[in-house]
């Protein structure tokens, strides 16, 4: 998982992807956001999410490639719907889609795009929610109808059409502890904990589990994830050195990451597994550093179950 805001190219995120794919990755993500998040020059400027995600469909070929997460104030529900449909087409089938109710006023100041209110945005995801897998969703020959408080969609055809059966899978996260969990069982395949301590990422899934039955949901039919900052090394001396490439203390990321040897890497993998994590997402911030990909596959991927 990249954040391409912070600095980077369409050159650099493709390497990485091709770079993970040989190196057993099961995905490549990406954030979406318009504006380096801490402040200062990122140059050479943002790269579009879904522009990024077309392209690198065509340069990879078994990956699974995504967004972690999309703002739902960056795009109307039916033009997002056409966009990320067809980047599955392009892709044969291998995306999938991550939204979110957008959490950073100062890159809608920047780009001009307007920033509701939290129960304001809260709201649209539910109508966009509906919409975009409606639209995915509704029969070949039929229409979609839809009539809300922040978007209407009148008698539209729902095309182009996914190649996956009923759209890309639909990741939610956070940390809410009503709304998000009941739109997470109502709409999504994944819910992500990003950042967490375990024990926080314990009480969401715990959350989220509840809202699934709440609905009549099984909660085995959600798949829970943990996205952890990633910075690896053969050695202290290496775990050093990448830190601080990215400039943050060690002990500082190992409140939020997984960190270290290998082995060390690995135990974290294990713990947040153990505590119900079917999936890891490994924040990988320095985009040049392939070799750092290269180690994780080598040392971690190869030895996990």
């Known amino acids: 998982m990249v954040e391409p805001q912070q600095g980077a190219s369409f050159d650099q995120q493709v390497l ?17 956001h318009y504006l380096r998040i801490g ?28 967004s972690l997460v999309c703002s739902v104030t960056f795009r109307l529900p039916g033009p ?16 999938e889609v991550g939204l979110g109710a ?31 897998t409606g639209l995915w969703q509704v029969p070949m020959g039929e229409v979609l109808t839809f009539i809300g408080d922040h978007y209407n969609v009148v008698g539209s055809p729902g095309l182009p059409k996914p190649t996956q059966p009923g759209g890309p899978p639909i ?49 085995e039919d959600m798949t829970f994830s943990a996205a952890l900052v ?11 050195r990448r830190a601080g490439a990215i400039g943050e203390p060690v002990d500082k990321l190992r409140e939020r990451g ?19 994590a079917d999936r890891i997402y490994l924040q990988t911030l320095d985009l040049d550093d392939l070799d750092h990909v290269r180690l994780v596959g080598e040392r971690v991927l190869k030895l996990l179950p």
């Not at 990485?16 to 979406?32: I, Y």
């Not at 997002?80 to 995306?95: E, N």
């Not at 990633?230 to 050093?240: F, L, Q, R, T, Y």
């Open 16 to 32: 990485m992807a091709q770079t993970a794919e040989r190196a057993g990755f099961g995905g490549f993500f990406r954030s979406d």
């Open 39 to 66: 402040g200062g020059e990122s140059l050479p400027g943002p790269t579009d999410t879904w522009v990024t995600l077309g392209a690198i469909a065509r340069e990879t070929s078994t990956i699974h490639l995504g």
């Open 80 to 95: 997002l719907a056409v966009a990320a449909a067809q980047v599955d087409i392009m892709s044969g089938g291998r995306l």
């Open 102 to 132: 957008g959490w950073f006023p100062d890159e809608h100041a920047a780009y001009g795009i307007p920033f509701p209110t939290t129960t304001q945005r809260f709201d649209m995801l539910e109508e966009q929610l509906h919409i975009v």
């Open 171 to 219: 990741i939610l996260g956070g940390f809410g502890s009503k709304r998000t969990p009941d739109l997470a069982a109502r709409y999504a395949a994944e819910f992500n904990v990003p950042f967490a301590p375990i024990a926080q990422f314990r009480t969401q899934r715990q959350r989220v589990q509840e809202a699934c039955e709440a609905s009549g949901r099984s909660p």
């Open 230 to 240: 990633m910075c690896c090394g053969e050695n202290a001396v290496d775990v050093e």
């Open 258 to 276: 997984a960190v270290g040897t290998p082995s060390e890497v690995l135990d974290t993998i294990a713990a947040f597994a153990e505590a119900g």
